[in-house]
């Protein structure tokens, strides 16, 4: 089967969007946010159904590992109470689809990050989600400052309480920024690839695994520019007297498929090894025309994989094993429906 590990509810409903802006607006004014809106099956059924289902559908995959729209996390808006209050909403949200499409979705949560605050909310809101929603992992924010880095490297013991929350759960985390609200750094062009490039490099300054050694990432879009850059990371780890990178960071660092374009699909199966390569697209997200050139969506990453210089074995392994292994709760509710 093949599993995308990377979806995200990017066509919420528009009384959910709605909802955000009163909350927001109510809190710069100092009154309290209306109460949730109530939203049918319905609509929720006609914005997956004309969207992320009908394109996983046409493309061949079977299931989308789903979390709330990471852009609009926006972690560093209001309080704290304020994103703990949007994080259960989105999380709720993203349960709805779940529960009608139990076959093709599953949860990944958002958390409650506000910068300057210390995780103990997020630790609880993954405990929710996990045990209460049945959700498999969680996105965690390496900036929720959003695009300033005020928050301290992943590495830091400012960290280890979520990371312990995670270990005890035996969940992931995809290391997904947010908006950006520095205008040097373009969302999805530059602040997504640079968080991640960022994170791997934090990760390779670091001991992280030592004290978790069954902790494990998910770097997404295709781990920023660190394929490419391999070289100079396994050449900073020998400088830095740190063991090989491989030993390092890939037993617990996972990069996903969200490459837009065959020959920065074919580096990544070349340059890194196949069992850290899980199998996303990212759709419907950042980049959602059809390339000129090929007449596909330059986000149908299925067909790049399909089309890679890899054995058939690999392929399976990228489209749903190695999904498997890094969520085990993903693997126990396969194995519970027979698959
Ligand atoms: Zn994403």
């Not at 914005?47 to 852009?71: C, H, V, Y």
């Not at 209001?78 to 994080?87: C, K, T, V």
């Not at 990069?255 to 074919?266: A, E």
Request: glycine share 6%; charged share 20%; hydrophobic share 40%.
């Amino acid at each position: 089967m093949i599993i995308d590990c990377h979806g995200h509810y990017t066509t919420a409903p528009t009384e959910h969007n709605n909802w955000r802006e009163a909350q927001l607006a109510a809190f710069a004014a100092g009154t309290s946010a209306p109460p949730y809106p109530e939203i049918s099956d319905d609509v929720i059924r006609q914005t997956i159904e004309s969207n992320q289902l009908r394109l996983l559908k046409e493309r061949g995959a079977d299931m989308t590992i789903f979390s709330p729209r990471a852009s609009a996390m926006a972690h560093h808006e209001g309080s704290a109470e304020i994103s703990l209050e949007w994080s259960r909403a989105c999380n709720n949200l993203i349960k709805r689809v779940v529960d009608l499409y139990p076959e093709t979705f599953i949860g990944v949560c958002q958390l409650p990050q506000f910068p300057g605050t210390d995780l103990s909310a997020s630790v609880a809101e993954l405990e929710r989600a996990v045990n209460e929603l049945g959700f498999i992992g969680c996105n965690l924010n390496p900036d929720p400052s959003g695009g300033k880095w005020t928050s301290l490297p992943l590495t830091d013991k400012y960290w280890y309480p979520i990371y312990e929350k995670m270990v005890e759960l035996d969940v992931p985390a995809m290391i997904h920024v947010s908006s950006s609200c520095n205008i040097n750094f373009h969302a999805t062009g530059a602040h997504y690839i640079n968080a991640d490039t960022t994170a791997f490099m934090q990760l390779l300054q670091g001991d992280l695994f030592k004290d978790f050694p069954t902790l494990r990432f998910i770097i997404p879009h295709g781990g920023g520019a660190v394929p490419y850059h391999w070289g100079r990371y396994r050449g900073l780890a020998d400088m830095l007297k740190k063991p090989a990178v491989e030993d390092h960071l890939m037993n617990n660092i996972f990069f996903d498929t969200c490459v837009y374009h065959q020959p920065g699909i074919d580096l990544l199966v070349d340059v890194i090894d196949i069992k850290n390569i899980l199998f996303g697209s990212e759709m419907v997200g950042a980049v959602r025309g059809i390339d000129p050139r090929t007449g596909n969506y330059f986000d149908d990453t299925k067909r790049y994989i399909d089309s890679a210089n890899i054995s058939p074995t690999e392929k399976s392994e990228i489209f749903e094993k190695n999904s498997r292994k890094v969520f085990p709760r993903l693997d126990a509710s396969l194995k519970a429906r027979g698959l």
